[in-house]
Every structure is written in structure tokens, then in C-alpha cells.
Nanobody
Framework: QVQLVESGGGLVPAGGSLRLSCAAS????????IDWYRQAPGQERALVAG???????NYADSVKGRFTTSRDSAKSTVYLQMNTLKPEDTAVYYC?????????????WGQGTQVTVSS
């Protein structure tokens, strides 16, 4: 089992920055990747960024060049640094952990943290 807890959301003006944190606990050694998703009102949850256990990262086109994900393995924490925020970045941001065991994928989600970007 893996538990994920996000923090760092808030209200920020357009052009500002926020750093989200995702603290993992439990069987963190089994995590294959941790991703960030976001869901705006009336929209589906969408992948924003991800980082593998090996440290490679990927980003949605809409955030490339503005968002950066990183990990501190000693703290079992993954970060999402969000710069040059836009009103369309407003959403609830979720941390997602993936464990692949015996060919079966296990998905773990945090509770979400609200990010609001004012224009």
C-alpha cells in the first residue's frame, strides 16, 4: 500500500509561481512512477507531468517550459514547480502513484490540492 498526500496549492496571480509537494508513505520502494494530474470544473482529469523511478520526466504540451517535476528520494517526496502560471492552470491537482506488480497495475491517488490562478 502507498499513501500520497499533496500540499502547496493556493491562490496566485497570473504569472506567479507555486510549488506542489507529494509526500509518499508506505511501500514507496514499489513505486514505478509518480504523476501529476489536474481536473478543472466540468473537465476530465488530465495528465500534467510525471517522473519515473529512474528520474526521467515527461510533460503535457500545455505546461512544457513552465512546469518542472523533481523528486527527493530521501524524503519520498515529488515536487511540481509551476512557473508563469495562467488562469487556465486553475484546477485541483492530484498526485498519482503507479505500482506494477506481477503484470498488474495498482493506482494510488492523493486527495488533491486546489490551485487557483487569478487573471
Amino acid at each position: 500500500q502507498v499513501q500520497l498526500v499533496e500540499s502547496g496549492g493556493g491562490l496566485v496571480p497570473a504569472g506567479g509561481s507555486l510549488r506542489l509537494s507529494c509526500a509518499a508513505s508506505g511501500s514507496t520502494f514499489s513505486l514505478n512512477a509518480i504523476d501529476w494530474y489536474r481536473q478543472a470544473p466540468g473537465q476530465e482529469r488530465a495528465l500534467v507531468a510525471g517522473i519515473s523511478s529512474g528520474g526521467s520526466s515527461n510533460y503535457a504540451d500545455s505546461v512544457k517550459g513552465r512546469f518542472t517535476t523533481s523528486r527527493d528520494s530521501a524524503k519520498s517526496t515529488v515536487y511540481l514547480q509551476m512557473n508563469t502560471l495562467k488562469p487556465e492552470d486553475t484546477a485541483v491537482y492530484y498526485c498519482h502513484g503507479l505500482v506494477v506488480r506481477g503484470g498488474v497495475k495498482y493506482h494510488y491517488w492523493g486527495q488533491g490540492t486546489q490551485v487557483t490562478v487569478s487573471s
